[in-house]
């Protein structure tokens, strides 16, 4: 079985682009989470979907925007980049809320 | 708000010993509690999963024990091996997962 896999692996990004991140969860999953990971910290919660609902929202601004697909994929969009914006994102996949959840590689995104 | 604490920050330890990681947390109204690995630059890896009903699971050389009323838990590492120098990562579960900053380990062979 695939586990969860995130496009692209890396991306380079200039400031005020705007840039769309994709997770695709484990077959019957119908949960996806997506985390921001900056150097030398632990992930920081961004936002959950359940059943194509949010069902969670981390304390990030509202640039970042996220929606979840009848197929139980997501896309997680964020607009006018800034520098700090460059970190790991990382998408997590669960049966449903509160259940284990299986991480994929990431995505590094770099905004210069 | 949930706050997780992990102890130590780096640990450094020769090849063969037994060791283990320290997770507190501030709010015991938990669902579950993960642990994970996560390499340089990489994704985590889900390590145990231990539901707020339990106290301990194992896996192989790793065992995490959970005492959720004091808002700890553990996880112990047997006979460790190079191969398991990485950052290790526990987070509780009261949607979302909420992490610490990780307890990173180096064995040396």
């Known amino acids: 079985d695939a586990g969860v896999t995130q496009s692209p692996t890396h991306l380079i990004k200039t400031r005020g682009q705007h840039v769309t991140l994709r997770c695709s969860p484990i077959?019957?999953?119908?949960?996806v989470s997506w985390y921001q990971q900056v150097l030398g910290q632990g992930p920081q919660f961004i936002f959950q979907?359940?059943?194509?609902?949010?069902?969670g929202r981390g304390n990030f601004p509202d640039r970042f925007s996220a929606r979840q697909f009848p197929n139980y994929s997501s896309e997680l969009n964020v607009n006018a980049l800034l520098l700090g914006d460059s970190a790991l994102y990382l998408c997590?996949?669960?049966?449903?809320?509160?259940?284990?959840?299986?991480f994929g590689q990431g995505t590094r995104l770099t905004v210069v | 708000k949930q706050e997780v604490t992990q102890i130590p920050a780096a640990l450094s330890v020769p090849e063969g010993e037994n060791l283990v990681l320290n997770c507190s947390f501030t709010?015991?109204?938990?669902?579950?509690l993960q642990w994970f690995r996560q390499d340089p630059g990489k994704g985590l890896t889900s390590l145990l999963l231990i539901q707020s009903s339990q106290r301990e699971q194992t896996s192989g050389r790793l065992n995490a024990s959970l005492d959720k009323s004091s808002g700890r838990s553990t996880l112990y590492i047997a006979a460790s091996q190079p191969g398991d120098s990485a950052t290790y990562l526990c987070a509780p579960t009261n949607t979302p997962l909420v992490f610490g900053k990780g307890t990173r380990l180096s064995v040396i062979a």
């Open positions: 077959s019957g999953h119908k949960s």
């Open positions: 997590a996949s669960s049966l449903a809320v509160n259940t284990e959840a299986f």
């Open positions: 709010d015991s109204a938990i669902y579950n």
């Open positions: 979907y359940y059943e194509k609902e949010e069902r």
